[in-house]
Protein backbone atom coordinates (compact mmCIF):
# COMPACT_ATOMS: atom_id res chain seq x y z
CA UNK A 1 0.00 0.00 0.00
CA UNK A 2 1.23 3.65 -0.76
CA UNK A 3 1.31 5.99 2.44
CA UNK A 4 -1.27 9.18 2.03
CA UNK A 5 1.77 11.22 1.12
CA UNK A 6 2.85 9.30 -1.84
CA UNK A 7 -1.14 9.61 -3.35
CA UNK A 8 -1.38 13.20 -2.53
CA UNK A 9 1.61 14.03 -4.27
CA UNK A 10 0.70 11.72 -7.48
CA UNK A 11 -3.03 13.59 -7.30
CA UNK A 12 -1.28 17.45 -7.29
CA UNK A 13 0.94 16.18 -10.39
CA UNK A 14 -2.00 14.74 -12.21
CA UNK A 15 -4.41 17.84 -11.47
CA UNK A 16 -0.88 20.36 -12.41
CA UNK A 17 -0.28 18.31 -15.84
CA UNK A 18 -4.39 18.27 -16.59
CA UNK A 19 -4.24 22.05 -16.12
CA UNK A 20 -0.58 22.88 -18.13
CA UNK A 21 -2.70 20.88 -20.72
CA UNK A 22 -6.20 22.89 -20.67
CA UNK A 23 -3.90 25.89 -20.37
CA UNK A 24 -1.96 25.40 -23.89
CA UNK A 25 -4.57 23.78 -25.44
CA UNK A 26 -7.05 27.01 -24.54
CA UNK A 27 -4.27 29.42 -25.67
CA UNK A 28 -4.58 27.86 -29.41
CA UNK A 29 -7.83 29.14 -30.99
CA UNK A 30 -9.08 26.99 -33.63
CA UNK A 31 -11.55 29.58 -34.75
CA UNK A 32 -8.62 32.18 -35.95
CA UNK A 33 -7.49 32.62 -39.37
CA UNK A 34 -3.74 32.29 -39.43
CA UNK A 35 -1.40 35.40 -40.19
CA UNK A 36 -0.78 36.80 -43.03
CA UNK A 37 2.80 38.14 -44.05
CA UNK A 38 6.29 36.98 -43.67
CA UNK A 39 5.48 34.43 -41.16
CA UNK A 40 2.16 33.31 -42.29
CA UNK A 41 0.94 29.59 -41.74
CA UNK A 42 0.65 27.18 -44.37
CA UNK A 43 -0.63 27.55 -47.37
CA UNK A 44 -0.76 30.97 -47.39
CA UNK A 45 2.70 32.37 -48.70
CA UNK A 46 4.33 35.38 -47.46
CA UNK A 47 3.67 38.53 -49.49
CA UNK A 48 7.49 39.22 -50.75
CA UNK A 49 6.29 38.75 -54.63
CA UNK A 50 3.46 39.93 -57.05
CA UNK A 51 3.36 35.40 -57.72
CA UNK A 52 2.66 35.17 -54.09
CA UNK A 53 0.18 37.74 -53.87
CA UNK A 54 -2.20 36.14 -57.07
CA UNK A 55 -1.19 32.71 -55.08
CA UNK A 56 -2.86 34.41 -51.85
CA UNK A 57 -5.95 35.86 -53.75
CA UNK A 58 -6.52 32.32 -55.14
CA UNK A 59 -6.66 30.79 -52.05
CA UNK A 60 -8.86 33.29 -50.41
CA UNK A 61 -11.53 33.26 -53.02
CA UNK A 62 -12.06 29.03 -52.72
CA UNK A 63 -11.59 29.28 -49.10
CA UNK A 64 -13.93 31.97 -48.65
CA UNK A 65 -11.32 33.92 -46.41
CA UNK A 66 -12.19 37.51 -45.71
CA UNK A 67 -8.70 37.87 -43.70
CA UNK A 68 -6.39 36.93 -46.04
CA UNK A 69 -8.45 38.80 -48.73
CA UNK A 70 -8.38 41.97 -46.91
CA UNK A 71 -4.30 41.44 -46.61
CA UNK A 72 -3.76 41.43 -50.26
CA UNK A 73 -5.11 44.56 -50.92
CA UNK A 74 -3.25 47.70 -51.16
CA UNK A 75 -4.73 50.84 -48.84
CA UNK A 76 -5.06 53.01 -52.77
CA UNK A 77 -6.59 49.56 -53.99
CA UNK A 78 -9.27 50.33 -56.94
CA UNK A 79 -11.16 47.57 -59.04
CA UNK A 80 -12.06 48.49 -62.24
CA UNK A 81 -14.40 46.84 -64.54
CA UNK A 82 -16.20 47.78 -67.57
CA UNK A 83 -19.71 47.99 -67.69
CA UNK A 84 -21.00 47.43 -71.58
CA UNK A 85 -24.73 47.94 -70.46
CA UNK A 86 -24.90 51.53 -70.22
CA UNK A 87 -26.74 53.24 -72.54
CA UNK A 88 -24.13 55.03 -74.14
CA UNK A 89 -21.50 52.66 -74.63
CA UNK A 90 -19.10 50.99 -72.62
CA UNK A 91 -18.47 52.95 -69.28
CA UNK A 92 -15.14 52.19 -66.64
CA UNK A 93 -16.36 51.54 -63.18
CA UNK A 94 -13.91 52.20 -60.68
CA UNK A 95 -15.12 50.82 -57.19
CA UNK A 96 -12.84 51.76 -54.39
CA UNK A 97 -10.96 49.37 -51.27
CA UNK A 98 -13.70 50.83 -48.33
CA UNK A 99 -17.09 52.17 -47.98
CA UNK A 100 -20.32 50.31 -47.74
CA UNK A 101 -20.03 49.91 -51.83
CA UNK A 102 -16.11 48.90 -52.08
CA UNK A 103 -14.37 46.20 -52.77
CA UNK A 104 -13.85 44.80 -49.03
CA UNK A 105 -17.84 45.01 -48.26
CA UNK A 106 -18.81 43.38 -51.97
CA UNK A 107 -16.37 40.79 -51.10
CA UNK A 108 -17.36 39.90 -47.84
CA UNK A 109 -20.87 39.47 -49.35
CA UNK A 110 -19.76 37.48 -52.10
CA UNK A 111 -18.23 35.26 -49.36
CA UNK A 112 -20.85 35.06 -47.29
CA UNK A 113 -23.70 34.35 -49.90
CA UNK A 114 -21.64 31.56 -51.86
CA UNK A 115 -21.00 28.20 -50.25
CA UNK A 116 -18.79 27.22 -53.09
CA UNK A 117 -16.08 29.40 -54.38
CA UNK A 118 -13.39 27.76 -57.32
CA UNK A 119 -11.07 28.94 -59.29
CA UNK A 120 -9.93 25.47 -61.23
CA UNK A 121 -8.22 28.18 -63.87
CA UNK A 122 -6.19 31.18 -62.56
CA UNK A 123 -2.91 31.51 -64.76
CA UNK A 124 -0.50 34.11 -65.53
CA UNK A 125 -0.39 34.47 -69.34
CA UNK A 126 1.67 37.93 -69.24
CA UNK A 127 4.10 39.79 -66.67
CA UNK A 128 4.72 43.53 -67.40
CA UNK A 129 4.87 46.70 -65.99
CA UNK A 130 3.05 49.94 -65.64
CA UNK A 131 4.96 52.51 -66.30
CA UNK A 132 2.72 55.32 -66.59
CA UNK A 133 3.96 56.07 -62.86
CA UNK A 134 7.26 56.10 -61.09
CA UNK A 135 8.60 53.81 -60.24
CA UNK A 136 7.37 51.49 -62.50
CA UNK A 137 4.47 49.18 -60.78
CA UNK A 138 4.90 45.21 -61.27
CA UNK A 139 1.88 43.76 -63.25
CA UNK A 140 0.66 40.45 -64.24
CA UNK A 141 -2.30 39.38 -66.62
CA UNK A 142 -4.04 36.39 -65.09
CA UNK A 143 -6.08 33.88 -67.25
CA UNK A 144 -8.88 33.13 -65.26
CA UNK A 145 -12.48 31.04 -64.24
CA UNK A 146 -14.37 31.49 -61.81
CA UNK A 147 -17.68 29.67 -60.46
CA UNK A 148 -19.82 30.17 -57.40
CA UNK A 149 -22.43 28.50 -56.16
CA UNK A 150 -24.98 28.71 -53.53
CA UNK A 151 -24.83 24.92 -52.23
CA UNK A 152 -27.62 25.10 -49.10
CA UNK A 153 -30.43 26.82 -51.00
CA UNK A 154 -30.20 30.25 -49.29
CA UNK A 155 -30.55 31.93 -52.38
CA UNK A 156 -32.49 29.63 -54.71
CA UNK A 157 -29.16 27.72 -55.45
CA UNK A 158 -27.58 30.43 -57.67
CA UNK A 159 -24.61 29.34 -59.50
CA UNK A 160 -22.68 31.57 -61.49
CA UNK A 161 -19.79 31.37 -64.00
CA UNK A 162 -17.40 34.17 -65.19
CA UNK A 163 -14.56 33.33 -67.79
CA UNK A 164 -11.93 35.79 -68.93
CA UNK A 165 -8.65 38.05 -67.93
CA UNK A 166 -7.39 39.98 -64.81
CA UNK A 167 -4.87 42.61 -65.17
CA UNK A 168 -3.65 43.14 -61.21
CA UNK A 169 -1.34 45.73 -60.69
CA UNK A 170 1.16 45.28 -57.63
CA UNK A 171 2.99 47.70 -55.22
CA UNK A 172 5.34 47.50 -52.57
CA UNK A 173 4.86 48.55 -48.87
CA UNK A 174 7.10 51.11 -47.74
CA UNK A 175 6.47 50.48 -44.03
CA UNK A 176 6.54 46.36 -43.87
CA UNK A 177 7.98 45.80 -47.45
CA UNK A 178 4.88 43.49 -48.72
CA UNK A 179 3.27 43.02 -51.89
CA UNK A 180 0.08 43.85 -52.03
CA UNK A 181 -2.68 44.52 -55.18
CA UNK A 182 -3.32 48.14 -56.07
CA UNK A 183 -5.30 47.73 -59.02
CA UNK A 184 -7.64 44.96 -60.54
CA UNK A 185 -8.90 45.44 -63.56
CA UNK A 186 -10.99 43.19 -65.04
CA UNK A 187 -10.87 42.66 -68.80
CA UNK A 188 -13.38 39.95 -69.57
CA UNK A 189 -16.12 42.51 -70.76
CA UNK A 190 -13.40 44.20 -73.50
Known amino acids: MMSSGVCDRHAVRAVLSMMIIALVIGCANPFSPPDVGP ?7 PLDSPENVLENLQYAYE ?18 YFDPE ?14 PSGDLER ?9 EIRLPVFD ?4 SFDTT ?30 T ?25 NQ
Not at 138 to 151: M, N, S
Request: aromatic share 14%; no cysteine.
Open 39 to 45: TGGSPIK
Open 63 to 80: QRDFDVYEELLDEDFRFV
Open 86 to 99: QIEGIETVIVPRDG
Open 107 to 115: TRRLFRVFD
Open 124 to 127: TVAS
Open 133 to 162: VSPPLPQRRVAFQLTVRDLDGDFDFESYEA
Open 164 to 188: GDALFTFRQSATDRLWRIVRWEDLS
